[in-house]
């Protein structure tokens, strides 16, 4: 199976742009679910997306569509997740997590095995 890291986490003020990296290695890249994952501290962990390496399905939580674009580069078998028009409520640690998968992709964090360290994402007013 794959391991994950990710990164690319900063502080930005309020209406900036960020691009987060999921790495992946160890395994055949297009047979997984990737989602992305935030959480803020006495919160339950969040979707924020997810896309399907197969085909490149892609969905996205309401308050982050036509903000937040989730990519492939399989060149380099990572994920990207952009982030445009950042507000201070998407201030949240970050996680991209991997499922094996035939394109049955979940929303839910326990449907997920496998998961990256995670990484700060900062907004400021």
């Known amino acids: 199976q794959v391991t994950l890291v990710d990164s690319g986490g900063d502080s930005v003020q309020a209406g900036g742009s960020l691009r987060l990296a999921c790495a992946m290695s160890g395994d055949s890249y297009e047979m997984y679910c990737v989602a992305w994952f935030r959480q803020v501290p006495g919160s339950e962990r969040e979707v924020v997306g997810l896309i399907y390496l197969g085909d490149n399905y892609t969905t996205y939580r309401a308050s982050v569509k036509g903000r937040f674009t989730i990519s492939p580069d399989s060149a380099n078998n990572t994920v990207y997740m952009h982030m445009d028009r950042l507000t201070p409520q998407d201030t949240a640690m970050y996680y991209c997590?991997?499922?094996?998968?035939?394109?049955?992709?979940?929303?839910?964090?326990?449907?997920?095995?496998?998961w990256g360290q995670g990484t700060q994402v900062i907004v400021s007013s």
């Open positions: 997590a991997a499922k094996r998968s035939n394109g049955d992709c979940r929303l839910r964090p326990d449907e997920y095995d496998i």
